[in-house]
């Protein structure tokens, strides 16, 4: 199975501030990777699909980037409404498997 | 609008069975893939099992494979997962979300699974 591992698993971040979370595969997945947000009511949305493309309604802070191994997720200024948890996950291979997650937290 | 709304939660013993539905709009399910998807509590999330459009494939993870069965009713609009010999490890949050090939774009409320006695 291809193993994600996501850093930081806790990031704390002021507002306006740019992040990004890093995301890592055991093998190559060929661009086979999603960002996902999930909000404390258990919420789940698609942010980044095909790990640049960006989800139709999701704001322009938002951006995806990588190849091979190694992706990222940044956001470019830090809005009240982005901190919660977000999760990679790849679909390259079966079984598809998400990355531990990383929780975005207010400083 | 896409809406995905799962139904079937609730307690119940170890080594016992449930079944989950999920009652899919706002688009022409027989076109899509589906999934479930679970997330323990305080835990992340692990896809769990995928349909076909048309079920001629089904994949699942190790954890649930030849336990749970996911199927499908296009005349309905209707996903299932079928879960038997339920552990306490089971317990969880259960999505449904919707594609095949480039997965998850839409996602369910959930609904909670406890196995306990």
């Known amino acids: 199975d291809i193993q994600l591992t996501q850093s930081p698993s806790t990031l704390p971040a002021s507002l306006g501030e740019r992040v990004t979370i890093s995301c890592r595969a055991s093998?190559?997945?060929?661009?086979?990777l999603n960002w996902y947000q999930q909000k404390p009511d258990g919420t789940v949305k698609r942010l980044i699909y095909?790990?640049?493309t960006l989800e139709s309604g999701v704001p322009s802070r938002f951006s995806g980037s990588g190849s091979g191994t190694d992706y990222s997720l940044s956001i470019s200024s830090l809005e009240s409404e982005d901190f919660a948890m977000y999760y990679c996950?790849?679909?390259?291979?079966?079984?598809?498997?998400f990355g531990g997650g990383t929780k975005l937290e207010l400083k | 609008e896409v809406q995905l709304v799962e139904s079937g939660e609730g307690l119940v013993q170890p080594g016992s069975s449930m079944k989950l539905s999920c009652v899919a709009s706002?688009?022409?399910?027989?076109?899509?893939?589906m999934n479930w998807i679970r997330q323990a509590p305080k835990k992340g999330l692990e896809w769990i099992a995928l349909i076909y459009y048309d079920s001629s494939s089904k994949y699942y993870a190790d954890s649930v494979k030849g336990r749970f069965t996911i199927s499908r009713d296009n005349s309905k609009n209707t996903l299932y997962l079928e879960m038997n010999s339920l552990r306490s490890e089971d317990t969880a949050m259960y999505y449904c979300?919707?594609?095949?090939?480039?997965?998850?774009?839409?996602w369910g409320q959930g609904v909670m699974v406890t196995v306990s006695s």
């Open positions: 979300a919707k594609g095949g090939g480039n997965p998850f774009d839409y």
């Open positions: 996950l790849q679909y390259a291979t079966y079984p598809w498997t």
């Open positions: 093998q190559s997945i060929s661009n086979s």
């Open positions: 706002g688009f022409t399910f027989s076109n899509y893939g």
């Open positions: 095909s790990t640049s």
